[in-house]
């Protein structure tokens, strides 16, 4: 990606939502991991099954984290787009800031499915995946890149320089 790419705002947009589709994307591609492993591998029933209360506890440590990150994306993006830089001072075009921000938050939104893709292979429990994953689906869809907001944003920004 050029200096040019990543400092017009049209480029920035349509970059950071093919890397959100991708997110997207990998959240079908767990899912098919899901669903294919018991197929390939009959009888799987995880990989600590006899360690029940142990998973529990992961379960329930992971659930927290999401709930951690469902609070936290929102805050993490307001604050790395919170100012607009300017020229003289160095910092990033407003364009490479909200495209940043976007891609960190997409990345933590996903990470719930990760958490359940992780809990479904210690433990064998598909609901603990599609549990985490829709948690993630909705987080991506809250962070998905807008382009009225991405304008409105672009705007500001000018107007605050």
Do not use: C, K
């Not at 098919?32 to 492993?37: F, I, M, S």
């Not at 659930?63 to 929102?74: E, N, Y």
């Not at 599609?130 to 409105?152: C, I, K, M, S, T």
């Amino acid at each position: 990606m050029t200096e040019t790419d990543r400092t017009d705002p049209q480029q920035a947009l349509r970059t950071v939502t093919v890397i959100a589709a991708a997110i997207t994307a990998a959240l079908l591609a767990y899912a098919l991991v899901v669903e294919a492993l018991p197929i390939v591998e009959p009888g799987f029933s995880g990989l600590l099954a006899g360690s029940q209360s142990s998973i529990d506890v992961l379960r329930y440590g992971l659930g927290g984290l999401t709930l951690g990150i469902a609070f936290l994306v929102p805050l993490l993006r307001r604050r790395l787009t919170s100012h607009a830089p300017s020229r003289e001072s160095g910092e990033r075009p407003p364009a490479q800031s909200l495209l940043a921000a976007t891609v960190i938050s997409l990345a933590l939104a996903e990470s719930p499915a990760i958490f359940g893709l992780v809990l479904f292979l210690l433990g064998g429990d598909r609901w603990d995946f599609y549990g985490f994953a829709a948690f993630a689906l909705l987080l991506v869809l809250v962070v998905f890149p807008r382009h009225n907001e991405w304008q409105d944003w672009m705007r500001q920004q000018t107007r605050a320089r």
